[in-house]
């Protein structure tokens, strides 16, 4: 059973750089496509960042490139997602995903929230200004 399951978000300053963790089990980690989204007040999920974890291209929406980085630590089967220079429309519930990918070409192109198998449950991440 494939399970993902995101840290603690919370409150923070705008400015502020906190970190969000995804840990993963019951999937072949080291061949999978996984990144994480983020839902606003709107009803669709926005990727915000992703990466094939067999490695190569990692990819960032552009309103997040240059503040936030998208890693993964394969000793400890997770996804980080470090977000620095927080600001108040960073406010939103952030996701895990992940999906068997066919390689790194086609992870990188896996951009909208049905892209995605696997889910997380979630984590809201509040920026006051």
């Known amino acids: 059973q494939v399970q993902l399951v995101e840290s603690v978000g919370g409150s923070v300053q705008a400015g502020g750089s906190p970190r969000l963790t995804c840990s993963v089990s019951?999937?072949?980690?080291?061949?999978?496509?996984m990144g994480w989204f983020r839902q606003g007040p709107g009803p669709e999920r926005d990727r915000v960042a992703s990466l094939y974890t067999g490695g190569g291209r990692i990819s960032y929406a552009d309103s997040v490139k240059g503040r936030f980085t998208i890693s993964q630590d394969n000793a400890k089967r997770t996804l980080n997602l470090q977000m620095n220079n927080l600001k108040p429309e960073d406010t939103a519930i952030y996701y895990c995903?992940?999906?068997?990918?066919?390689?790194?070409?086609?992870?990188?192109?896996?951009?909208?929230?049905?892209?995605?198998?696997?889910w997380g449950q979630g984590t809201q991440v509040t920026v006051s200004s």
């Open positions: 019951g999937l072949s980690y080291s061949a999978y496509c």
């Open positions: 995903a992940a999906h068997p990918s066919v390689g790194d070409a086609a992870c990188s192109l896996r951009r909208r929230e049905a892209d995605f198998r696997y």
